[in-house]
């Protein structure tokens, strides 16, 4: 659990992160959104001292993090940032092994994290560990950067725009990559975007961020449903309320019994999922499936519709 | 290369750079191969490449002559053109002996015979397109110092068969053979001595000009206005501190500290390294990705350990590319050290000066320019072989 306490930052006269708290709790994703200068970056890096508060403190915990040395400190938590920072001198394998060496682990046990960090991203141990950074692709660079970021098993990972230097399908592929890490280990998240789509997708919760002061952190819905400012309103733009509410909510949440005829739905699909899919097909009802394929009820356009509309 | 099958009647390739090379030698084929003195300081007397080498090697290095002329003027192959220029450089370094020996008559130990300006205008002309073929070749590293050692082997071949033993040059050598060798070993000691002090001291200063942001302008502003100042100023300037450190500070004299000789040499050889060294450290570290330093930091690197494990290792082509220059600077600096007494290969080039005998300085100079171009091309070797060689075998 992270706790962030009236945590300022001032560079002369200027607030660029104005008494900002907030509570992280264990195997949370907070996405921090906000415009650019909003004090996003500052923010996350005052969590592991690459950047020093003015005032305020974090614990994680419930130790603040000023008890240690801030190199210490910064090895237990992993780091990625936007455009990776890979070395460039070092092979994709020493990359990843970075953090384990700092912490003096034994060589077999880094050689088999780095295998095993490289598989689960997908890249062959045999065939990338000694690689160049600079033989690899945007993606793959990104993907390196989170399973360096991941090496010595933190419980806490901080990424700065991870995601925005790739094309929207590697990107959506890197976000299910990093949703899917999350639930393996555990891991607790503090992801920045200026993005409110990528925050609303990944995010447990969000905080948005305007000129240093943190105006709202609530869960996607609560922030779609109830925006605090007109500020955070705007941020969420008015097109799509309705769809980012339903794209929120599991079908199989909302299934009724009974049947319906067609191509089914499945209960793991969201409700934008399912209204897509009835409007589409011009039907008012469609049959829901569970992951197995076994029919479990029926979706309907009347559920859709209530549960699109602004609630009381 | 397009074929261009339109055109027809197939013409002949003209290669730029060979006209240029073409230009000069023939020039130089125009200029006495060689010249003769009866001793060796009154005015020589020319000798065309007819008169200078027996009729039938005359017309042998005419011909050589001509077809590496057509080789470097038309549009051939890379291999044969770093061929063709290497055999002229041979046939031209052998006919130079020979002409010394058919020149000088038989048992005179006075007369001295000299390369010249055709001869050297030849050789430039073929070291050039020597020079340029071999770059275009884009040989790896270590196979160019090879070349290096292969060239260098076929050089002291020939001194050693005796084949340049009637040229002024070695007449010279003949008669200090022992001075040569030891002015030869200051000269690279105080070309090294220095580079490595500059080394030592230049680096971490770099490091801390790169770290300490107000340093930074004031140290390369001082080093930059050291270099300014004429290397003979330089050496002269600090005869009177040294000398005066020599008489005050106990001991400083016992270890070699005088207003003259090597020590002020080396001093003032230190100080022109310093800049480079320095300005190749800043610029080399802040070249490094901001983004790998800042993940260096992320991660938990505490400042030694991203200095040594991130920063200087992207930072040292850059590096080592200071050390170079500072290397090929001082083995031509040094020349200079003789002035003051220092010592090296400048001792023969002033007292060549001095007593109007060329051939002296060309004994003193020959070897700088030599050890110079050898140093330029090991460093430049090594410099692209840590720049691309990141990665582990
Ligand atoms: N070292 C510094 N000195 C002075 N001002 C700074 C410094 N670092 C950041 N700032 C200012 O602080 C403000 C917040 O910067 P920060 O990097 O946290 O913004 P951000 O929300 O991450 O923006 P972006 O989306 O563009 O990355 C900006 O106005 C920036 O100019
Ligand atoms: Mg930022």
Redesign the pocket.
């Given at each position: 659990m992270i706790e962030i306490d009236a945590l300022t930052k001032d560079?002369?006269d200027?607030t660029?992160?104005d008494h900002v708290s907030m509570r992280i709790d264990d195997g949370d994703i907070a996405v921090i959104v906000?415009?650019?200068?909003?004090?996003?970056?500052?923010?996350l890096r005052m969590i592991n001292r690459l950047i020093e508060p003015t005032s305020g403190s974090v614990k994680i915990d419930g130790k603040d993090t000023r008890s240690v040395p801030a190199h210490l400190l910064r090895r237990e938590i992993g780091y990625a940032i936007q455009g990776h920072g890979l070395f460039p001198h070092r092979t994709v394998g020493q990359n990843i092994a970075t953090v384990p060496v700092l912490m003096g682990w034994e060589k077999p046990r880094i050689a088999a994290r780095v295998e095993e960090l490289l598989e689960l991203f997908q890249l062959p141990a045999d065939q990338f560990r000694d690689r160049l950074p600079s033989e690899l692709s945007g993606g793959q660079q990104q993907r390196v950067g989170v399973a360096r970021a991941l090496a010595a098993e933190p419980k806490l990972l901080l990424m700065d725009?991870p995601f925005g230097a790739l094309d929207p399908i590697i990107r959506a592929k890197a976000q299910a990559d990093l949703v899917g890490i999350q639930k393996r280990f555990g891991t607790t998240i503090v992801l920045?975007t200026?993005d409110m789509e990528e925050a609303i997708h990944l995010g447990t919760r969000i905080a948005v961020?305007d000129q240093?002061k943190l105006l709202q952190y609530a869960t996607p819905a609560e922030i779609v449903v109830k925006p605090a400012t007109d500020f955070v309103g705007e941020l969420l733009g008015s097109g799509d309320r309705a769809f980012r509410l339903l794209g929120l909510r599991r079908i199989g949440d909302f299934v009724e019994p009974g049947e319906a005829s067609g191509a089914p739905v499945s209960a793991e699909q969201t409700l934008r999922d399912g209204l897509e899919e009835a409007l589409w097909s011009g039907r008012a009802v469609l049959p829901v499936v569970d992951g197995a394929g076994k029919p479990v009820g029926r979706l309907t356009l009347a559920t859709l519709q209530r549960l699109g509309a602004r609630p009381q | 290369m397009s074929t261009v099958a339109a055109t027809g009647s197939p013409r002949i390739a003209v290669d730029k750079l060979g006209v240029l090379i073409a230009l000069i030698a023939a020039v130089a084929a125009l200029m006495p191969f060689a010249a003769f003195r009866a001793n060796r300081i009154v005015v020589g007397i020319s000798k065309g490449i007819f008169e200078a080498l027996p009729l039938w090697e005359a017309v042998l290095v005419a011909l050589a002559l001509v077809a590496a002329i057509l080789v470097a003027l038309l549009r051939t192959p890379r291999l044969w053109r770093l061929f063709a220029s290497l055999a002229m450089l041979a046939v031209l370094f052998v006919a130079i002996g020979h002409s010394a020996s058919f020149l000088t008559p038989e048992g005179d130990r006075l007369a001295r015979v000299s390369p010249g300006a055709g001869f050297w205008l030849a050789v430039f002309a073929f070291a050039l397109l020597a020079a340029d073929s071999f770059t275009r070749l884009k040989l790896a590293p270590w196979l160019r110092i090879v070349t290096l050692l292969l060239v260098a082997g076929a050089i002291a071949l020939l001194l050693w068969s005796g084949a340049w033993n009637d040229l002024s040059i070695l007449r010279e050598y003949a008669n200090r053979a022992e001075a040569f060798w030891r002015e030869g070993q200051t000269h690279i000691a105080l070309a090294l001595g220095s580079l490595a002090a500059a080394t030592v001291v230049g680096i971490p200063l770099g490091v801390v000009c790169h770290r300490v942001d107000g340093l930074r302008a004031v140290v390369l502003n001082v080093l930059n206005a050291l270099q300014t100042i004429p290397s003979i100023a330089l050496f002269g300037l600090l005869i009177a501190p040294l000398a005066w450190v020599a008489a005050n500070v106990p001991g400083a004299s016992a270890i070699g500290i005088s207003g003259i000789g090597a020590a002020p040499a080396m001093v003032a050889l230190f100080a022109y390294s310093l800049l480079p060294v320095v300005a190749n450290t800043v610029v080399g570290l802040e070249g490094v990705p901001p983004a790998a330093t800042d993940a260096a930091r992320g991660m938990g690197m505490t400042n030694w350990q991203r200095l040594a494990k991130v920063e200087f290792p992207l930072a040292f082509p850059v590096i080592l590319t200071g050390i170079r220059i500072v290397l090929v600077q001082n083995i031509g600096l040094a020349t200079i050290a003789a002035l003051i007494g220092g010592g090296g290969f400048g001792v023969f080039v002033f007292q060549g000066v001095g007593q109007t005998a060329m051939d002296l300085v060309l004994l003193g100079a020959v070897p700088t320019v030599a050890l110079a171009f050898a140093a330029a091309v090991i460093l430049d070797a090594i410099v692209e072989m840590v720049s691309t060689g990141a990665r582990p075998a």
């Open positions: 560079y002369l200027l660029v992160v906000g415009t650019s200068g909003s004090g996003k970056t500052t923010l725009e920045v200026h961020m240093g | -």
